[in-house]
């Protein structure tokens, strides 16, 4: 989700840093807006070191981008923290004398306002009148607590701690917490045009075409059973969002997707499967005319050699033995058989270190057995890599070399493997020129 930041000029300001770090922890992509006042508090490397994104206050700056339309149609929420007395005002009034003043103007999506000043200014007539205003136009501001100010003033004006800011703009937007979940505005984690503006949106993956896998396969033991895994999809899905953000076609293989975590964006085509031969499938037919394939789904090893049709039930003699098949390695044989010359074949390894090796040994044995032109190493558990949680990967060549390395939210492990992707395509079509 893209969420704009907007800082003003009041004290409180350092803690819109706590604001921003947690956002982003969340999986979002947060570009802040300061006031020129707000730079004097808290300086503009400070904004684009903790959000990756520029950092501008006028209209003026990137002028022929537009910047404050383009900002205000491709955001999924607004928040402003803290909000002066001056900030409700010029709000109010729809005064666009800066960018911050400018872009709440043009934005569609929710818009969360947090005021911080002294007592008296937050109680005055004209404060309370500009918040009514902005409150009838939709605006959800909150309201300040009470307690310790500047100096040694009590009472209410307080900015509420970071995390309730949070959670309260979060609550405005449906499965906001989902990198690639729909939100009420209709757009995705990269809502807007995917070349939109005023993101630090590199086009580097401009006019190829993308295949992507991702969730879990299953494989079915009777009508209500089947073998699987922990897979939610979330990796592929963040993989698919961001290489369309850099310029891709994508088709996105998902197989056992949660419906409300899939993508809604014009260049992502989604096709939904359920078992490893209807991936391969599904895969093999979209990858044919592909420059990349990123094999992120978890593949079942084995399945069943028969399934039955009516529910397996209980007896006092227990269960007959399941007998397995092993699934072809789709990876391997994208790998081997190249569906299109100079195509980039990328996997992904989940590994687990035991008596033999750590996470990385496996990853590098696994490399070389499988021929990938890219591999992503990852450690998988109850608490990482499965599922809506961090995860890190270190990226391999086909001989176990790293190539790269990312961490964090499955954004930015998506952003750490295109980068290597982006590097393999210039590289390949370099040799062939």
């Avoid at 022929?64 to 491709?74: F, K, Q, T, Y």
């Avoid at 033991?221 to 895994?229: C, E, I, K, S, T």
């Avoid at 592929?236 to 997707?257: C, D, F, Q, S, W």
Wanted: include cysteine.
């Amino acid at each position: 989700m893209r969420i704009i930041l907007g800082v003003t000029g009041g004290i409180a300001a350092y803690k819109a840093a706590y604001v921003l770090r947690l956002l982003r922890e969340a999986g979002h992509r947060v570009r802040v807006v300061p006031t020129e006042s707000a730079l004097r508090m808290v300086g503009a490397p400070t904004w684009e070191a903790l959000s990756g994104e520029p950092v501008r206050t006028s209209v003026f700056d990137d002028a022929e981008h537009v910047d404050h339309v383009a900002l205000g149609r491709s955001a999924d929420l607004v928040v402003v923290a803290p909000a002066t007395a001056s900030l409700l005002a010029r709000a109010a009034a729809g005064m666009a004398d800066d960018l911050l003043g400018a872009t709440l103007l043009t934005v569609t999506c929710p818009v969360l306002v947090a005021p911080a000043m002294h007592t008296e200014m937050w109680l005055h007539p004209a404060t309370r009148a500009n918040v009514e205003v902005l409150r009838s136009r939709g605006v959800h501001v909150l309201e300040p607590d009470s307690g310790r100010l500047t100096g040694k003033d009590t009472g209410p004006g307080r900015l509420p701690e970071p995390e309730a800011i949070v959670a309260a703009a979060l609550a405005l937007v449906d499965d906001a917490a989902v990198p690639g979940g729909r939100t009420p505005a209709g757009g995705s984690a990269t809502s807007g045009d995917s070349a939109a503006h005023g993101w630090n949106d590199v086009q580097d993956l401009a006019g190829r075409t993308v295949v992507v896998s991702a969730g879990g396969t299953r494989e079915p033991l009777d009508p209500v059973r089947f073998l699987g895994n922990r897979s939610s999809g979330r990796q592929g899905i963040a993989l698919a969002v961001a290489a369309a953000r850099r310029g891709a076609t994508v088709t996105l293989a998902a197989a056992n997707v949660d419906e409300s975590l899939l993508p809604d964006h014009p260049a992502i085509a989604v096709e939904r499967v359920e078992t490893t031969a209807e991936l391969r499938s599904a895969v093999r037919a979209a990858g044919a005319g592909a420059d990349v394939i990123v094999m992120a789904a978890a593949v079942a090893d084995f399945r069943p050699v028969a399934s039955t049709a009516h529910k397996i039930k209980k007896s006092d003699a227990g269960p007959e033995p399941i007998e397995l098949a092993q699934n072809p390695d789709i990876l391997a044989e994208l790998a081997a058989d190249r569906l299109r010359p100079g195509q980039v074949v990328v996997g992904f390894a989940a590994e687990t270190g035991d008596e033999t090796g750590d996470v990385l040994a496996h990853g590098r044995a696994k490399a070389r057995r499988k021929g990938a032109d890219l591999l992503a190493v990852n450690e998988v558990g109850t608490d990482r890599g499965f599922g809506d949680v961090p995860n890190e990967v270190t990226v391999l060549d086909a001989d176990g070399a790293v190539v790269g390395q990312g961490s964090g939210s499955k954004a930015d492990v998506a952003d750490a493997l295109l980068d290597a992707v982006a590097e393999r395509l210039r590289a390949t079509t370099t040799i062939e020129r």
